[in-house]
């Protein structure tokens, strides 16, 4: 496997090694000791959730304040702009976000921390999206950070409004929001 840093520190790129030939492909998602050994990152999974989107469906920016989640996210169908924004008050980059783009295609995969907000807007007519977590959901904890706050100005590569469920379009502003210390 392959590791990119990438500008928001602890956030990496991770692209696998894959097999292909005239069958298809084969690769592994996660192997925990490759992982530790290439990221130097020991995170214990204890949740997996997939989820399906359609085209232009906009997902986050999500975070847990308590029982904050790391996560392990890759896409097995069509190809979303993944965003995160570093919600760590003591990280020289708090406040500031980065996107990947995350196909079946490519097969890469992100890690992010806990401390960061998490969102994906679909780029393809759907999408199918995985991720592993290090904590459980807790719905008493979530909060959502507004996608389109414009203290962040995140340029969503998106085809018009974006199809988002009611608590995403009532998130908070960055300067409103509870971050992490």
């Known amino acids: 496997m392959k590791i990119t840093t990438t500008t928001i520190p602890d956030v990496l790129v991770i692209e696998p090694r894959v097999f292909a030939d005239g069958r298809g492909f084969f690769f592994e998602s996660y192997n925990e000791r490759e992982f530790i050994q290439a990221t130097g990152v020991a995170a214990k999974f204890v949740q997996d959730n ?63 921390p806990a401390g960061l907000a998490h969102g994906f807007a679909v780029l393809s007519e759907s999408a199918e999206f995985l991720y592993k977590t290090t904590d459980y959901w807790a719905p008493q904890h979530e909060r959502t950070l507004l996608w389109n706050d414009p203290d962040l100005a995140i340029a969503w590569p998106l085809a018009g409004e974006p199809i988002l469920a009611a608590k995403d379009r009532a998130g908070k502003r960055l300067s409103e929001a509870e971050v992490f210390d």
């Not at 069509?78 to 919600?87: I, M, P, T």
Request: net charge positive.
């Open 50 to 112: 997939h989820s399906r989107s359609i085209k232009n469906t906009l997902r986050g920016l999500h975070y847990q304040i308590r029982q904050p989640q790391g996560k392990l996210v890759r896409v097995v169908a069509g190809e979303v702009f993944d965003v995160v924004v570093d919600l760590r008050r003591n990280s020289p980059t708090f406040g500031k976000w980065e996107g990947h783009r995350l196909s079946a295609e490519s097969k890469n995969m992100l890690w992010i």
